[in-house]
């Protein structure tokens, strides 16, 4: 998505340890118009696939996947990083590394939100090295639904956990996919993706 690039060139920052900061547009301040047309591409790569759900982190995979399930007209359902006193039935849980936050987060998703008959896209902001990602695999197995694809706005491919997922058969589509933070120079590469079979 060029219009992504763009926005990630102007309002982007590179701090130290490879962090991509983008809290002028995407999570902390959030840029609607942006997301909408995130949503619409997200749409248009997954088209035909049967969804019937989104599954997201909070919180900042949210925007994205709001956007994309109001396109395609399907719920969205996001992991909870902290248990409610609502929480109180039966929870699919994961285990999940925080690479910005340097700590492990146990995530929650109620299990009458998902259902062995539901095609599940998961959803988020940022791809590194896939621990949010896998954590989600994990609540769609647990779930025994069918996972139709991941959904990523920002992939850092530098990193491993791209490769990782998709060695496992999975498709990952990445709107936008960065090669390198070196020097605080960011260096696009083409959209990483495996085609569906």
């Not at 990630?8 to 547009?25: A, H, Q």
């Not at 492990?104 to 590194?128: C, H, M, T, Y």
Request: proline fraction near 3%.
């Amino acid at each position: 998505m060029k219009i992504l690039e763009e926005k990630i060139l102007s309002e982007g920052t590179v701090l130290p340890n490879n962090v991509l900061k983008v809290d002028r547009f995407l999570n902390h301040k959030i840029d609607p118009q942006l997301m909408f047309q995130i949503g619409e591409e997200f749409a248009r790569r997954f088209e035909g696939k049967g969804i019937t759900k989104i599954l997201t982190i909070e919180s900042s995979g949210i925007a994205p996947s709001v956007m994309a399930g109001f396109v395609m007209q399907v719920p969205v359902i996001f992991a909870r990083k902290k248990r409610s006193l609502t929480m109180v039935d039966e929870l699919l849980t994961a285990s999940v590394f925080s690479y910005t936050k340097r700590e492990v987060q146990e995530i929650s998703v109620s299990k009458k939100l998902l259902s062995p008959e539901d095609r599940i896209l998961i959803i988020d902001d940022f791809l590194a090295n896939g621990e949010a990602a896998q954590g989600l695999v994990n609540i769609v197995k647990a779930s025994g639904g069918e996972l139709v694809g991941i959904g990523i706005v920002i992939e850092k491919a530098f990193q491993n956990g791209g490769d990782q997922l998709r060695s496992k058969g999975i498709c990952v589509e990445s709107l936008v996919a960065i090669d390198s933070l070196a020097n605080k120079t960011i260096s696009f590469s083409k959209n990483k993706e495996v085609q569906f079979q």
